[in-house]
Structures are given as structure tokens and as C-alpha cells.
């Protein structure tokens, strides 16, 4: 590596060390048995498992008790909802949910004394494990330019600092203010309502890496970019389609509503490369019943389709289903419906004379017979929810995707009504909360409007920068300084080596966090760590313990009360930051009382109620026992958009190229079911019979054969976007049950080999399960290569 002598300090230590932005080891994997149930014993064991690895046995246990109960605290897992009646007296929390707690309520802290200890440099090496298990944050820190360490500073200091950066910006466009999801109601709306009276709309979230290809979807054909289904369809409903999802691991809780659904005779189809246990068979840890025998076959069919081979499956499917309809017409499709509220059905029909069903059927990977099952159980039922995750949204066509399966629904009339609909799953706990309250670089007129018209400021109507232009912006510094409410930036977003050369030209970086992370340690010239209050801490607002409020994959808004004592004294929560942030920044100027905001979250709701539909009357409504349902036209059969009126549109799509090159493998990136996101809780991932490590690559066994490797082979890992060379060194082989040409991979340790260009049409998402790369054996002089810009 050829030293850079024009850097001085910490900075030009770490961009020698190879490693630093993505530290890789291999440890000592062993392989187990692939599961094909999920939950049950093992996951109540792990769930105290961790409790007690995190020395918080009993503050856990007591917390575990109270989350998602009426009164309680909002699980900061998954955005899952809540049943709407009765609640499960044994705890309505998961095994993720409990790791999750067992994270946040931990005793262990990192203390100014740890920094004093630690420097920036020493701690760059750790990988995300080792970094995330030092503890809870427990005060302000601030790293001055070239310094080694960071060091204590008061919060007024820190305030009055990050005001001096933001006010010398020549534009405020030259900020970025990025949000991951967590971020209750009432921040996110001060936070958003903050930038937009400095000035910009520069507001990346972790939705840009997320469900913004469902919102894309979604708000242009139904009027709505969210789901349109509640948990009570899923109890009484005939199909339900979970494709590109992996609810054992990323929303447990839902098998307990697939289960149900299951019982009360609803049939299940997932699709899925991956044969994941949580969609074959469920044992609900939360029933006596499950833990100590039996429990529920979930999928009736599993489709194993090629990575990307959805457009493909779906159109085959629309073709089998045209045939069935022409067999028995007016039994399958519903065109009452199709009259009625959709339009573009002729010209939908007419395309399928261009497609040919075989080579369909081969594209999806998926063998014709288990298509015609599937088609045969859409063309006999009637009410079906289709369910998706990241499987669909990270793909390059996602967008596409979705209009796809909207494409059947609308051919069934199954969409508006009970037990019918889409659901797309959502990830963080109040992501679709943090979109509602326009966190969001895109708000529309009618948005900006009604604030303009409550607060009186004109608030910036040009669009900002999302994720991956923000990104882009920070290369090339047009954007001097970001600030994230929350979230790992840096190891969520793609394009690892690139992503951290563009921190690294940053004036400032701001992380206002729970946990040490990764974005504190590959940072801008000067940093700031603002540690926060977490969804389970007691929040203390003028002598008294306040509540929050965030919003459920299924639009229910409710409140969440921590119970825990927080780890230390000198932590405020996150809208006490975002009112010192902008008292400091806009000091006399701004129009707004941001001190009365400080002292009443009921102030804030008072005024989201002023500035947003759906929330009149938030105080009393919140207070409520399972808090409330927002508006949702389409739920009720009513698509309003501006460019179809009242009808939904069938959508012409196209079918993706896929082809590689004798070499070339498409990669998946996919979440073990031992981490959220970047936070690594553990290092196995048991439902794929992984113990022990994260660098492996799942591969089909004939695809290894035939490149001459083996199971155990430990191997490099390359992209070529955009003719660079991206490499990710020491994978180990594992032999999968996955499609030919198909590899699975975890992130954050492969974001490395995604081309911060490869992104999802008009959500312009990372499409991160869609990867392009090359495998070779591993070579030790591989470090010699590993190009730094
Ligand atoms: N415990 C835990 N819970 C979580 C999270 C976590 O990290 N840990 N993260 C939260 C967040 S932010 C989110 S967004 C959600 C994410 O939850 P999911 O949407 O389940 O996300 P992933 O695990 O990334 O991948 C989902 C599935 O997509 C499949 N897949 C990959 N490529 C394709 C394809 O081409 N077609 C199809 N049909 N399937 C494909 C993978 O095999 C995998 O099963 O979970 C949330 N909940
Ligand atoms: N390759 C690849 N990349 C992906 C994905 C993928 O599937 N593949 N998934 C993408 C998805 S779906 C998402 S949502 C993003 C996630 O991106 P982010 O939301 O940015 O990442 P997280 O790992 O969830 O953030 C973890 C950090 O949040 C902080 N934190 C936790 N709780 C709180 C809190 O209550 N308040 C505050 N202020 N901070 C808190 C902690 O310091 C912790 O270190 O990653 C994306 N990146
Ligand atoms: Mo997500």
C-alpha cells in the first residue's frame, strides 16, 4: 500500500490498515442440522441465553414481561404488530425480540474512560461483534480533527459545535440528515420539521435501503405506499403468498398470525431461493402446546425460485391462470372487480402472446408442476394476502415485482377487502412511523403545505439527497457534513470501501446512537457520539416518566413506555436532541418554540396532530388501549391517485435478462438469524445449520463440482460493477439447498462487493440481492490487491 504522506493522524493510520472499514477473520465454523421448524424450545433458551450473556437476567426478564403489553414498551426488533385483542400472557415477544432487549438493557457501558483507553485506530480492527458487545454509550464524545481519541464533552459543547458546522455550510443542502428507523413519532417529526427550517430536504433513512421499492410500488397504483391488510385478515383469510420474506428470523412474531391462519384453514405458498425453516413449520414458544410438541406445517407449497426469477414465476403463473379462467369462466378471475376499479386489463391479457410459458417456467427455476399447484390455489381461492420482504425489494426490477403480484391480485379482485390484500413486512419498528411523519427527502406539495401554513416558515421544495445520493454527494463533497438519528450508515449502506472514502471527506460526522458501531470508527475530519435513551429506558421529562408513540407494519399507532433504569445519568432522549440541535442552530431566528417541544412530547403530538392526516385527536387516541388505526382508503377498496382516478392500473412489466457468464454467480445478501441489521448479537445463524461464523458463502453443490471446489474451500469473493474491482476475501463453502448459479451471503460482511451504482429502478435502492460476483480460491496475497481509492 503506497503511503499517502499529505494525511496526518488517525485517519491516514486507519486508511493503511486494511481491514478497517470491514475487519475480516475467519473464526471456527461447524455445520449443524438445517431446520425446517422454527421457534419452539431452542429459541426460549436462546432468548434467556442472551439475557445472560448481556448480565441482565433480571432487568431483561422484568422488561421482556412488559414489551408489546398494553402499557408497555414497543418491541425495538421488528415492526410486527401486536394482536389487537387479547395479548399472550406468557410475554408477546420473540427470540429475536428478547436479543434485541437483552441488547439495549445491557449493564455494560462504554464509558469516557473506555475511550480514554481505546483509540480509534485499536478499535477499527474489531469486527461489528466484538464492537457492538462493548455496551451501552453512556455520554457525549467528541473527536477533534487528527485526534487518536475521542474524548468527553459537555452536551452544550457538543450542541454549540455542531451549530458552528452547520452555520458556516454555504448551503444547507451541504448537510445530510439520515434516519434509521427506531426513531419514535415524536423525534422523527421535530427532526424532519428541523431540517426543513434550516433549509434542506436531505433526509436519507434506512427506507432507502428498505421498503421504498414497496412504497414506489404501491403509492402510484393504490394511493397508498403501505400494506393494506391488518392481523385480522391473516386469521381469516384462504391463501397466503410470503415471497422474498423469512419470517422465522426477521418477524417471528407473524408465524403465530400464520399459524393461526393456518388453523382456521388458510393455505400457505413461499417462495423463496431458500428453503427457510421459519416458512415450513412453526412451534409457538409462547403456547404450551408449542413448546412441547407438535406445532404447524406453514408452507403447503415452497417454490424454489432462482434469485431474481420472480418476474418470470409470476408470469407464468398469470399465463396458467388466463388458461384455467378460459376453462371455467368467470370462476376464476373477478371481473365485477376488474370493470369496477381497475384499469389496462386488455391490454394485460394481450403481452402474454409475446411470452412463452416454457421458457418461463425455466427462467423461474421452479419446476412446472409446482407452478400449476400454485396457479390452481390462486384460480380456487378467493381471498389471498401476498406478503414480501427484502427478497423482492433489494432487486433491480422490484418496483416491477410488486406491480406484478399487484397485476394478480387485481385479476382476483383480492385486494380492499377482509382477508385480502397486500402486506409488505416492514423491518425496523417505527420505519413506516418515521415515513408518515415525513421523514422522507421527497414530501410532497400537500405536505409542505400544511406545514408551511401551521409553522409559517416556507419550508425547501426541492427534493434532497436519499441514501445512495447521498452517498454519491458526500464523494463529492457536495455534502460536508452528516448527522444520523440513529442506524450504522456505514455498514448499512452498500459500496463499503467507497462509502467510507466519502465519510471520510466529510467536515463533520454526528451519530446520535445507543451502541458503539461502526460509523463512530471511520468517521468525518471531527466526529460527535450523542448517546440516547433506547425504546426500554425510563424517559424522565420534567419530573416525569413520558411515553412515546410509533406506527406498526399494519398503521396501528401506539404508545411505548420504557421501565428500564437508564445505564447513566447523562443521557437525554432523542427529541431533547434534535430541540437542543436546532435552538442551537437557528437560534433567534426560527419561528418555532422548540422549548416547549423540549419539555412535553404532548406538545409535539398536539402539533403533529395540526400538520399531518389521520392523527386527530393523537393525545387522547394514543392514550387508548392499543392505540389506533390510521386511515387507509385502499384497506377499504378506495385507490385514489392522481394519475387513475379510482382505478387501479394493471401494469405491463418486462422479464429480466439474468444471464451470466461461465463464471459469474448472482449473490444474495440476507440477515443470519443472529443479528439486526448491522448489530451482530451472535455468531450463528441455527435455522441454516451455521454455528460459529459469518464469512461463508451458501452454494449449490453442482456449482461447486463443477468449479473445482468443495465444501469447507475457503474462497475470495469478487464484483466487477462499473469495471472495479471489489473483493471480499476468506469465505468458506457451504454446500445449500439453493438454486444452480444462486449464492447467499450475509451482510454487512459482503456491502463490500455492492456497487453503490447497482440499484433498484425508481426507488433507487441498493439492490443488494443482486450481486453479481466471482468466486476464486482463496489467495493470501489477495490483501495486496484490495484497492483503497
Ligand atoms: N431478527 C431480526 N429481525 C429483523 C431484522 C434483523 O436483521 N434481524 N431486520 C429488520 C429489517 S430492517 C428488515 S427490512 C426485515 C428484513 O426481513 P426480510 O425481508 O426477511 O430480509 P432478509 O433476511 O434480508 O431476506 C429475506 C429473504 O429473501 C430471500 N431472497 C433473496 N433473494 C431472493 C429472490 O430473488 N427472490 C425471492 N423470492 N427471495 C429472495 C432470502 O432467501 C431471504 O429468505 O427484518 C426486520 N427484522
Ligand atoms: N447488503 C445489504 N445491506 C443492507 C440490507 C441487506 O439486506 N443487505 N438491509 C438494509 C435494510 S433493510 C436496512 S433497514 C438498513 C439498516 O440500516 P440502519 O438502520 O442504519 O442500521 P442498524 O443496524 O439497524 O442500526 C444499528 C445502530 O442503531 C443504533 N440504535 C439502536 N437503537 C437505537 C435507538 O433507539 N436510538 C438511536 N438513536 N440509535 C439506536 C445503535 O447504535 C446501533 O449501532 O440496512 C440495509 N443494508
Ligand atoms: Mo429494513
Request: with cysteine; hydrophobic share 35%.
Amino acid at each position: 500500500m503506497k503511503e499517502d504522506k499529505s494525511k496526518k493522524g488517525i485517519d491516514d493510520k486507519i486508511a493503511k490498515e486494511p481491514n478497517a472499514e470491514n475487519p475480516y477473520k475467519l473464526l471456527d465454523l461447524k455445520l449443524t442440522k438445517v431446520e425446517t421448524w422454527a421457534a419452539g424450545v431452542p429459541a426460549v433458551v436462546a432468548a434467556f441465553s442472551d439475557l445472560i450473556e448481556e448480565k441482565t437476567l433480571v432487568r431483561g426478564t422484568k422488561a421482556l414481561f412488559k414489551m408489546n403489553q398494553v402499557g408497555g414498551f414497543d418491541c425495538p426488533s421488528c415492526a410486527w404488530p401486536d394482536p389487537d385483542d387479547e395479548r399472550s400472557p406468557l410475554g408477546e415477544y420473540c427470540e429475536n425480540g428478547a436479543k434485541a432487549l437483552a441488547e439495549e438493557a445491557t449493564t455494560k457501558k462504554v464509558t469516557a474512560d473506555f475511550f480514554k483507553q481505546n483509540s480509534v485506530y485499536e478499535l477499527a480492527k474489531l469486527d461489528d461483534y466484538q464492537i457492538g458487545k462493548m455496551g451501552r454509550l453512556t455520554e457525549p464524545m467528541y473527536l477533534p480533527q487528527n485526534g487518536t481519541h475521542y474524548q468527553p464533552i459537555s452536551w452544550d459543547n457538543a450542541f454549540e459545535k455542531i451549530a458552528k458546522h452547520l452555520n458556516k455550510l454555504e448551503s444547507p443542502d451541504e448537510a445530510a440528515f439520515y434516519t434509521s428507523g427506531r426513531t419514535s413519532n415524536e423525534t422523527s417529526f421535530l427532526y424532519q420539521l428541523f431540517a426543513k427550517e434550516y433549509g434542506t430536504n436531505n433526509m436519507p433513512d434506512c427506507s432507502n435501503m428498505c421498503h421504498e421499492t414497496s412504497g414506489s410500488a404501491l403509492r402510484p397504483t393504490i394511493g397508498i405506499g403501505k400494506g393494506t391488510v391488518t392481523l385480522d385478515d391473516f386469521y381469516d383469510t384462504d391463501l397466503i403468498i410470503i415471497i422474498g420474506q423469512n419470517p422465522g428470523t426477521n418477524a417471528p412474531r407473524m408465524m403465530s398470525a400464520l399459524s393461526r391462519g393456518k388453523k382456521n384453514g388458510a393455505k400457505i405458498i413461499a417462495i423463496n431461493p431458500l428453503p427457510e425453516a421459519g416458512l415450513m413449520g412453526f412451534h409457538n414458544p409462547q403456547e404450551v402446546n408449542g413448546i412441547l410438541r407438535g406445532g404447524v406445517k406453514l408452507a403447503d407449497l415452497f417454490l424454489p425460485v432462482k434469485i431474481n426469477g420472480d418476474m418470470a414465476l409470476l408470469k407464468a403463473l398469470e399465463i396458467m391462470l388466463i388458461e384455467f379462467e378460459k376453462k371455467n369462466p368467470e370462476k376464476v378471475f373477478d371481473y365485477d372487480f376488474i370493470k369496477e376499479k381497475t384499469t389496462g386489463y386488455d391490454a394485460f391479457l394481450k403481452q402474454f402472446e409475446n411470452y412463452n410459458l416454457d421458457e418461463l417456467v425455466a427462467l423461474s427455476g421452479v419446476a412446472k408442476e409446482a407452478l400449476y399447484e400454485a396457479a390452481e390455489m390462486i384460480a380456487l381461492n378467493k381471498r389471498i394476502i401476498v406478503c414480501w420482504g427484502m427478497g423482492l425489494t433489494q432487486q433491480p426490477n422490484g418496483v416491477e415485482m410488486i406491480r406484478e403480484i399487484l397485476n394478480i391480485l387485481l385479476l382476483k379482485g383480492s385486494i380492499g377487502k377482509p382477508g385480502a390484500g397486500v402486506c409488505p413486512v416492514r423491518g425496523h419498528s417505527n420505519v413506516q412511523g418515521n415515513r408518515t411523519m415525513m421523514i422522507d427527502e421527497k414530501p410532497t406539495d400537500e405536505q409542505l403545505d400544511r406545514l408551511q401554513s401551521f409553522y409559517g416558515f416556507n419550508p425547501p421544495r426541492k427534493h434532497g439527497y436519499d441514501v445512495v445520493r447521498a452517498i454519491k454527494a458526500m464523494d463529492e463533497e457536495k455534502v460536508k457534513l452528516l448527522f444520523c438519528m440513529g442506524g450504522n450508515f456505514l455498514s448499512a449502506t452498500p459500496d463499503t470501501t467507497f462509502t467510507a472514502n466519502a465519510i471520510r471527506k466529510l467536515n463533520l460526522t454526528v451519530c446520535v446512537s445507543t451502541k458503539l458501531n461502526r460509523t463512530h470508527l471511520i468517521h468525518g475530519q471531527e466526529a460527535i457520539i450523542l448517546p440516547t435513551l433506547s425504546r426500554s429506558d425510563i424517559d424522565i421529562v420534567n419530573g416525569e416518566a413520558q411515553f412515546i408513540s410509533t406506527e406498526n407494519s399494519m398503521g396501528v399507532v401506539q404508545s411505548s413506555k420504557g421501565i428500564l433504569k437508564p445505564v447513566s445519568d447523562n443521557l437525554i432522549n432523542e427529541t431533547q436532541i434534535v430541540c437542543k440541535m436546532a435552538m442551537a442552530t437557528l437560534g433567534n431566528k426560527t419561528v418555532i418554540n422548540w422549548q416547549r417541544y423540549h419539555d412535553s412530547y404532548d406538545a409535539v403530538r398536539d402539533d403533529i396532530e395540526k400538520c399531518i392526516p389521520g392523527f386527530e385527536d393523537y393525545n387522547a387516541r394514543v392514550r387508548q388501549k392499543g392505540g389506533f388505526y390510521l386511515p387507509n382508503a385502499a384497506r377499504h377498496g378506495q385507490f385514489i391517485t392522481k394519475e387513475f382516478g379510482d382505478r387501479v392500473p394493471f401494469t405491463l412489466t418486462t422479464v429480466p435478462n439474468n444471464e451470466l457468464a461461465p463464471d459469474e454467480y448472482m449473490m444474495a445478501t440476507t440477515r443470519t438469524h443472529d443479528q439486526f441489521n448491522t448489530t451482530i448479537y451472535g455468531l450463528d445463524d441455527r435455522y441454516r445449520g451455521i454455528k460459529n461464523e459469518r464469512r461463508v458463502i451458501f452454494m449449490n453443490q453442482k456449482d461447486i463440482e463443477l468449479a473445482g471446489l468443495k465444501s469447507g474451500d475457503i474462497v475470495d469473493l469478487f464484483n466487477y460493477d462499473d469495471d472495479i474491482e471489489r473483493i471480499a476475501p476468506l469465505f468458506i463453502i457451504v454446500s445449500y439447498q439453493i438454486p444452480e448459479k444462486n449464492t447467499v451471503t450475509y451482510f454487512p460482511e459482503t456491502n463490500v462487493l455492492v456497487s453503490v451504482n447497482n440499484v433498484v429502478k425508481d426507488s433507487n435502492m441498493p439492490a443488494s440481492k443482486y450481486v453479481k460476483i466471482k468466486i476464486k480460491k482463496h489467495d493470501p496475497k489477495i490483501y495486496e490487491r484490495i484497492n483503497r481509492l
